[in-house]
């Protein structure tokens, strides 16, 4: 059974850094390019990066651009998201996302549960 | 970026009714467009892809369509499980965006 768990998240101040992590199983974690969907309290879905399976590029929505860093352990199975000077805004759940297939990897068939990252003093 | 639109925000519809989701968007995206289905307290789920293909074991009862700019997912009588938020998204170019949503509730 495909699966992607979520960690790493918490209450962070602003300013301050954290890292997220998505354990992926059940799949060919090296095949899939994978994503970061972020979703404030109450509001709608927005996604914030995504990497190829390859890990080459990587791609960015512009609220998160330079301070947000999307990287894949191809090795471990792993996706991270690297967050620093985060603000308010940032605050919301974290959905990590598989791509569809090795040639569609724009929108996304496995989603994890979701982390919590709440940026407040 | 690419701006995209979703009407009626909330679409108010009976058990056994039909529904009919708008989504615009601000520029052509060919069909690449994808739909989810986010019911309250989980993750979305993958509903269409390519603006009409329906993913692995999603019900006939679901259908989208449309190309370039307008789309539109239908859902013909609708069961007690397809009260939920649904979302387009485009993935023609980056930033991938997503619609604000049309949440169908209960009447």
């Known amino acids: 059974q495909e699966q992607l768990v979520e960690s790493g998240g918490g209450v962070v101040q602003p300013g301050r850094s954290l890292r997220l992590s998505c354990a992926a199983s059940?799949?060919?974690?090296?095949?899939?390019?994978m994503h970061w969907v972020r979703q404030a309290p109450g509001k709608g879905l927005e996604w914030v990066a995504g990497?190829?399976?390859?890990?080459?590029?990587?791609y960015y929505a512009d609220s998160v651009q330079g301070r947000f860093t999307i990287s894949r352990d191809n090795s471990a199975n792993t996706l991270y998201l690297e967050m620093i000077s985060l603000r308010p805004e940032d605050t919301g759940v974290y959905y990590c996302?598989?791509?569809?297939?090795?040639?569609?990897?724009?929108?996304?068939?496995?989603w994890g549960r979701g982390i919590l990252v709440s940026v407040s003093s | 970026e690419i701006v995209m639109t979703q009407s009626p925000a909330t679409l108010s519809l009976s058990p056994g009714e039909s529904a009919t989701l708008s989504c615009r968007a601000s520029?052509?995206?060919?069909?690449?467009l994808a739909w989810y289905q986010q019911r309250p307290g989980q993750a979305p789920r993958l509903l269409i892809y390519?603006?009409?293909a329906r993913a692995t074991g999603i019900p006939a009862r679901f259908s989208g369509s449309g190309s370039g700019t307008e789309f539109t997912l239908s859902i013909s009588s609708l069961q007690s499980e397809d009260f939920a938020v649904y979302y387009c998204?485009?993935?023609?170019?980056?930033?991938?965006?997503f619609g604000g949503g049309t949440k169908v509730e209960i009447k």
């Open positions: 996302a598989k791509g569809l297939s090795p040639g569609s990897w724009w929108f996304f068939d496995v």
């Open positions: 059940g799949f060919s974690f090296v095949a899939h390019g």
């Open positions: 990497v190829p399976s390859d890990g080459t590029n990587r």
């Open positions: 520029q052509n995206v060919n069909s690449h």
């Open positions: 390519v603006a009409s």
């Open positions: 998204q485009q993935y023609n170019d980056w930033p991938l965006t």
